[in-house]
């Protein structure tokens, strides 16, 4: 079984069977394998194209220029250095990712009072040898925004929740980004780009990379490689919408491996809801589904603190998207 592929152009006439039977297809995904490409997804091509343009320019600067951007504990906002950060774990046992990547978060306007709640809150930083990296990356984020509502709407419609109070839990959100480069894997073995997880998130989207390396894996434990149309946009659920939905959408590990001698690149967005939103059914769960409440703020926070491998997870016991815990 491969990842479903599902085309949204229907979604536009809301009541019509057409737009229907799309949501049910995207539902027999979500409620699968909890992983689809979509096509019609409204993100036009010429964006796609200047996003994977900008990409390498990004990792392509020096490491003094890259230093001058990096992040810091004060400050989730910039580049992350190759191999820096571990999965959440700090079981002397895990080796770091290889990735470096640049971290980005919704445009948080410099009078909005919720920057008082969270240091994930503020302005992101746009390195000065990059022009028109703000208008690239903006550009994708403003369409990414616009399908992650689509998605959002019509899964909630489709599962008895309403779709307005749930859109209004992202009017001041925690969504965020992160342009990523994972360097050639070896020739033989595999080198894990990304270890398996979960997203903390409501739903993910990525445009994916032609050189390919993202693994899913199904309901019978075997990793199987994302392949979709080149045009399609991926989309996978994220433990928020699995906790809202009482576990009829599954959130499923994923990793990246690099197979290949070439860079990979990536820009994964992350539909992530308010500080303040604590995530908990909204429906019957279906049988057998327990997981306790996601206050988002304070995992959201652990999640940033906890991938400094000095710190250690708090005893508050908060899954943090690696498996195994």
């Not at 191999?83 to 895990?94: A, L």
């Not at 693994?215 to 149309?229: I, K, L, T, Y």
């Amino acid at each position: 079984m491969g990842i479903p592929v599902v085309d949204l152009d229907s979604l536009s006439g809301w009541g019509e069977a057409s737009a229907s039977g799309t949501v049910a297809d995207l539902v027999e995904a979500f409620s699968g394998i909890g992983f689809a490409f979509v096509t019609g997804h409204g993100v036009g091509l010429e964006t796609l194209a200047a996003l994977q343009d900008l990409l390498p320019r990004v990792f392509a600067a020096d490491q003094d220029t890259k230093s001058r951007w990096q992040i810091d504990r004060e400050n989730y906002r910039g580049y992350i250095p190759l191999e820096f950060f571990t999965p959440n774990r700090h079981d002397g046992t895990s080796p770091p990712d290889s990735y470096e990547g640049f971290k980005l978060h919704w445009e948080c306007p410099d009078d909005h009072p919720i920057r008082d709640e969270c240091p994930l809150y503020g302005s992101n930083r746009w390195p000065d040898h990059l022009p028109g990296m703000a208008e690239v990356v903006l550009e994708y984020w403003v369409g990414c925004d616009r399908l992650s509502a689509t998605l959002l709407e019509a899964l909630a419609d489709a599962s008895g929740i309403d779709p307005t109070a749930l859109l209004a839990l992202f009017d001041a959100p925690l969504t965020n980004m992160t342009l990523l480069h994972y360097p050639p894997g070896p020739p033989t073995g595999e080198s894990l780009g990304i270890h398996p997880h979960k997203d903390i998130s409501a739903v993910t989207i990525l445009h994916p990379d032609p050189a390919g390396g993202l693994d899913v894996q199904g309901r019978d434990g075997r990793w199987m490689e994302a392949v979709g149309p080149p045009e399609a946009l991926l989309v996978n659920v994220g433990d928020l919408l699995e906790l809202w939905s009482g576990g009829r959408f599954v959130s499923t590990p994923h990793r990246v491996v690099n197979r290949t001698d070439n860079d990979r690149y990536s820009a994964p967005y992350f539909a992530v809801p308010n500080h303040g939103v604590v995530v908990e059914p909204l429906v019957e769960p279906v049988p057998g589904f327990r997981r306790d409440p996601i206050p988002v703020g304070e995992v959201s926070a652990e999640v940033w603190r906890t991938n400094w491998p000095d710190e250690d997870p708090s005893e508050a016991g908060y899954h943090l998207g690696t498996l195994g815990e």
